[in-house]
C-alpha cells in the first residue's frame, strides 16, 4: 500500500472517447502531480498542484485537462486523444511542492490510445 | 534550471557484484537529490534521498549514495547485487521553493546469474 491510489490500472480508449483518470492520497499531502511515462523517454512533469491551486502546467495539449477539487483527489480529464497519448500515466504526491520531502507514486494508469 | 543526466540506459553486473549506476545533475541552487525505483508494472518508489547534512546517504535494499557538489554528482551504489535488484533506477533532482522534480531518463539494471 503506497497511500496513492490511482485507477483504473488499465484504460483503452477510441480518440473520440472521454474518459478520467483517478488519483487519491491518504498521506495528508499538499501537493499532487501528474507525470507521464513513454516508452525510451524520461519522466515528463505533466501538471503541478500546490495547496490545490494549479501552480505548473508544463506545455501540456489542452486535449489533458486536469482537476484538484480537493488536496486529497486528483484527476486527469482526456478527450480526442491521439495515439501518440498511450503511456504510463503516474500520479504523486509530496508534503509540499518546493519542499525537501519525496514524492510518493501511484502505481499508474496504462492507457492505450487505439 | 535544472536537469539530471543517467549514464548508461542499461547497466548489467553480475549477481553478488558492485552496481554502481551514475547521476549527474545540474542546478542554479543546492539540490535536493532522490533515487528512485520502478518495479515492473509499479509506480515509483523512493530508494534514498539526500537533502543536507551528511553527504553519504544510506537507503532501503542496501544502496546507499554520496553527493559530491564538486563533481555534481550524486552515484547510486551497492556492494553486492541481488536477482530481486533488477529494476528501473531513476535519479531526480528538485530545488527549494520550486515546484518541479526532474527525473533522468531510468537507468535498467540487469542482474547476470
Known amino acids: 500500500e503506497t497511500g496513492v491510489t490511482q485507477t483504473p490500472r488499465h484504460l483503452v480508449m477510441g480518440m473520440t472517447n472521454k474518459k478520467s483518470l483517478k488519483c487519491e492520497q491518504h498521506?495528508?499531502?499538499?501537493?499532487m502531480y501528474w507525470y507521464k511515462q513513454s516508452a525510451k523517454k524520461p519522466l515528463e512533469l505533466m501538471f503541478v498542484?500546490?495547496?490545490?491551486?494549479?501552480?505548473e502546467n508544463n506545455s501540456v495539449p489542452s486535449r489533458f485537462s486536469p482537476e484538484c477539487p480537493n488536496s486529497s483527489h486528483l484527476f486527469l480529464h482526456l478527450h480526442t486523444l491521439q495515439p501518440e497519448d498511450s503511456a504510463l500515466y503516474l500520479c504523486?504526491?509530496?508534503?509540499?511542492?518546493?519542499?525537501?520531502?519525496?514524492?510518493?507514486f501511484g502505481q499508474g494508469t496504462r492507457l492505450t490510445v487505439v | 534550471a535544472q536537469s539530471v543526466t543517467q549514464l548508461g540506459s542499461h547497466v548489467s553486473v553480475s549477481e553478488g557484484a558492485l552496481v554502481l549506476l551514475r547521476c549527474n545533475y545540474s542546478?542554479?541552487?543546492?539540490?535536493?537529490l532522490f533515487w528512485y525505483v520502478q518495479y515492473p508494472n509499479q509506480g515509483l518508489q523512493l530508494l534514498l534521498k539526500?537533502?543536507?547534512?551528511?553527504?553519504l546517504v544510506k537507503g532501503i535494499n542496501g544502496f546507499e549514495a554520496e553527493f559530491k557538489k564538486s563533481e555534481t554528482s550524486f552515484h547510486l551504489t551497492k556492494p553486492s547485487a541481488h536477482m530481486s535488484d533488477a529494476a528501473e533506477y531513476f535519479c531526480?533532482?528538485?530545488?527549494?521553493?520550486?515546484?518541479?522534480?526532474?527525473f533522468g531518463k531510468g537507468t535498467r539494471l540487469h542482474i547476470l546469474p
Open positions: 498542484y500546490n495547496f490545490k491551486e494549479q501552480t
Open positions: 504523486a504526491s509530496s508534503q509540499e511542492a518546493g519542499s525537501n520531502t519525496e514524492a510518493f
Open positions: 531526480a533532482v528538485s530545488q527549494n521553493r520550486d515546484d518541479k522534480i526532474i
Open positions: 539526500y537533502t543536507t547534512g551528511a553527504t
Open positions: 542546478s542554479s541552487v543546492p539540490p535536493y
Open positions: 498521506l495528508g499531502h499538499n501537493a
